[in-house]
């Protein structure tokens, strides 16, 4: 776990929270560290507006509603492609 994240930085959930919830996985998924990365808010709320914006990527539908009942590899690839998307990862 990144621990505190300190001012300006929040925990990002790679596989979304809510969602591994709704979709039936146990805390020890989304909770886990491998999980869990540390990025500044503004990052963070610019990630959340990618997971709610429609995609040609993902049939026009929004990530989060395409990520709908998938599996959680499915879910992490995608997470993982936000992440180098903004450049958070390389």
């Excluded at 990002?12 to 560290?33: C, L, M, N, T, W």
């Excluded at 995609?55 to 180098?84: A, F, H, I, M, T």
Aim: glycine share 12%; no cysteine; hydrophobic share 30%.
């Amino acid at each position: 776990m990144p621990g505190f994240p300190g001012r300006g930085y929040d925990v990002h959930h790679i596989v979304e929270k809510q969602q591994a919830e709704r979709d039936g996985f146990d805390s020890s998924f989304y909770e886990a560290p491998e999980n869990l990365v540390r990025i500044s808010t503004l990052k963070h709320w610019q990630i959340t507006g990618w997971y709610m914006t429609g995609n040609n990527e993902y049939g026009g539908l929004s990530p989060r509603e395409y990520l709908k009942g998938k599996p959680w590899n499915v879910k992490y690839d995608v997470g993982l492609r936000v992440l180098r998307r903004f450049e958070i990862l390389k």
